[in-house]
């Protein structure tokens, strides 16, 4: 269990950091609002990808059918068909979506990005039906490859084209070799086809991911989007930059603990699964620590010299956008405790309370507000969300909050006081808040590392499958 773990969290990070990588050069090769007219290229792909999500990949991961090769093939061929619908939906929104953010010269550049939809259906499904038994090679190496060489080319096409069509091309060219990775690592063959019972199967297990899609967007992209409309593409840049830079270490975890846990906790009952509840917690929630108290100690620095003086507006940011993702994670796990019971409908009510600060932070922009009320909007959406969530996941498998997470749940509160004090003047104050996140960040490492050890004492499996009573196709995960 260490072993996978530890292949998994690597391959995720590996990713994510080459991806930030590759940000982080562009955003000092080119100037400030060419980088806010490439951010705008993730809002329009997250808004197809979101509104059309069923969470097919992790449904081959979790259903008892996973394995059989037929269901495969009918999940891959409903992948096709909406990557392709998506497709079409973004090709004919590419005009009016360059309107709404003002960036009319880039028409031709959302058009192209219709491929990607296409190109991540036409991804072979067998990288995510080896997970089953804890094969993660295939799906590490088809995103970490792809990453790796969309950092190399990101210099060359920054210097040659010098403004965000060089995002354009390295964000293609990504998807295209990772397509091709997946169908050289596959072991099955790729033969897509049509089931209406499988798509009728999924459309009515996923509903709530698709209402969840919605609310998704609004919560990863909605901020980008007001900020967008309202401030322009310089205050874009910036604030897409440090939403980038604290959610990406969010995502990394996000996507290894589901990962990792989602198959344990669905074919687990009773004391195991009540301690692997307890051990999917503990991780969240110490990563939340760790984030805030770290931006807290090292963001301003960080910023300063990564990005240089262009983005100087974002070191007093980074803090408290890096708070936003720390609380959030006290959702993430009830959300993956949830699905292993086959009840998506965790996540969407969790997300719920942040979708609806999109709305406050819109009318604030309106009156004249800053930067400063678009983050404390979503800080309180994240807070009024996470005991929601928590409750909901006591209600549908009858697991509550224990002792064991309750120290946790004390320091990521400390932890977010210092995070959170850029926001206010609190010059007289500064030290001592410096060493409440010293002293946070300590204390937060050393408890990881007992969970290491609690994660080198689990099982190896060889297969995942549902819990009895959960149904085929159910519980799907996203």
Known sequence: MFHASAVILSGNAASAILLLARNLILARMIPVDDYGVAATFVLALAAVEMVTALGLQQQIVQSRQGDDPHYQNALQGFQLLRGVAAGLVLFVLAAPVAQFLGT?????????????????????????????????GPLILTTTLPS????????????????????????IGQLVLSVVLS???????????????VMAASLRFGWPLLANALLMFIVFQGDRLTVGHHLGMTDLAIFAMGVTLTLTPGLVITKSGQTLLLPRLSASEGPEFDRLVSLCMNLHLLFGVLLAAGAALFGPFAVLVLLGPNYAALAMLIAPLAAIQAVRMVKVAPAIVALSRARSHVSLWGN???????????????????????????????????????????RTTARGVGRDEAAAFALLALALVPALAPLWETGSAAWGLTAVAAGCLGLGLIRLAALLKTLRALPHRKDASSPAGTGDGGGLAE
């Open 104 to 136: 009319t010269e880039a028409v031709y550049a959302y058009q192209m990005l219709a491929l990607v939809p296409v190109l991540n259906a036409l991804q072979h499904f067998d990288i995510h039906r080896l997970n089953r038994q804890d094969r993660f």
């Open 148 to 171: 790796a060489l969309s950092l190399v080319a990101i210099v060359p096409l920054a210097w040659w084209f010098g403004d965000w069509r060089a995002m354009l091309w390295a964000t």
């Open 183 to 197: 169908h050289l690592l596959a072991e099955r063959a790729f033969r897509p086809r049509l089931d209406r019972g």
């Open 352 to 394: 719920v309370p942040r979708a609806l600060s999109f709305g406050v932070a819109w009318w604030l922009l309106d009156q004249g507000h800053g930067l400063h009320s678009v983050i404390l909007c979503a800080l309180i959406g994240e807070a009024l969300g996470a005991p929601l969530s928590l409750w909901m996941m006591r």
